[in-house]
């Protein structure tokens, strides 16, 4: 009876469903950051915010593989990798962009704030921002995120940006014109552990799919050891001071 859920949850990471709801979460939430908040709201992203990006984007890398066939061990194997990398690269971005948040909102002037770039680094040394400037170049001042309105499109703003922005010159009756929070007139969860609860969950869930897999499969220690092996090379090579050395 004890290994029936694993069994389970084993049966259900060799179907394409799991991998396909990850793969459009993942590239959903990039999209709605970029389309939404940054050209629609214009609430420029600042360094982690991008680099949060590349971590889901990352994990959607991931995701594709699983989909070609999940039942491949071999595509399994790299799609693990790149989840997890991007699982462990979020989780970091997002801690430093909340300590950053908590700082500049905090009443200490002697409280500094490390982390923010203008132009950004990115694992290995890959040169996104200048690939793709509107997606991955930072534009935004770290820890702020409210709304920044270009003075020749005040007149043209419709009712549903205003709502969210706010009515100009002010710009002080909008939704988010105290920055992006869950629930605003709260501010309550900032957009920094908003997306950490998001890679908390997305890490038990395939948590759980990776453990379910390796603890059924008949090469079950070398699968585990070849991915966690591979996550943390990932991870130490690109890093910024290895690649800036």
Known sequence: MSSCPISKI???????????IMVIAMVSLTFIAHFLFQEYLYMEPCEQCVYIRFAMLTMAFGGILALIDPKNDYLKIFAYIFVFWGIWLGIEYCITLNHIHEVVHSENPFA????CRE??????????HEWAPGWF???????????????????????????FVGTPPNFEDGLYSNGWYLIPSMEFINMAICCLLIFIICLVILGSMFISYVFLHSKAKIYALIVLVFVIILKILGEPSVQMA
Do not use: H
Request: charged content about 15%.
């Open 119 to 128: 132009i950004p680094i990115y694992p290995f040394n890959l040169p996104l």
């Open 112 to 115: 500094g704030v490390d982390g």
């Open 137 to 163: 170049l930072p534009t935004g001042e770290c820890g702020m995120d409210t709304p920044i309105i270009p003075e020749d499109i005040y007149g043209s703003l419709n009712a549903f940006q205003k709502f």
């Open 10 to 20: 084993t049966t259900w990471q060799n179907t394409r469903l799991p991998w396909l």
